[in-house]
Nanobody, 125 residues
């Protein structure tokens, strides 16, 4: 069983930065794709970014607009999301996810089989 715990969310001013972290336990995920999604109340979960395991190939959703960077430290079993130039539309709960058994880019929620509980990001204008 894989557990994912996100941290690093909070309240940030418009134009500011935050770095989210996600620590995995229960299994080494160095060969598996991991990703970030976000969700606001009443909306579907939205793809933000993913990164493959061994090759560390990143893929970004259109919401990032070149402002976010996904990375991972396989030695620490940890996933990161650096978010810069935050705007009000980035306000959401951000979820870490693991696509165990998938080594390629994964952008849909159906491809991920483990999820964290999320961390709230609120951008104030």
């Amino acid at each position: 069983q894989v557990q994912l715990v996100e941290s690093g969310g909070g309240l940030v001013q418009y134009g500011g930065s935050l770095k989210l972290s996600c620590v995995a336990s229960g299994r080494t995920l160095s060969s598996d794709t991991m990703g970030w999604f976000r969700q606001t109340p009443g909306d579907e979960r939205e793809f933000v970014a993913s990164i493959t395991g061994s090759s560390l190939y990143p893929h970004y959703g259109p919401v990032t607009k070149g402002r976010f960077t996904i990375s991972r430290d396989n030695a620490k079993n940890t996933l990161y999301l650096q978010m810069n130039d935050l705007i009000s539309e980035d306000t959401a709960k951000y979820y870490c996810a693991a696509a165990v058994g998938i080594a390629d880019t994964a952008i849909t929620t159906a491809e991920y089989n483990y999820w964290g509980r999320g961390t709230q990001v609120t951008v104030s204008s």
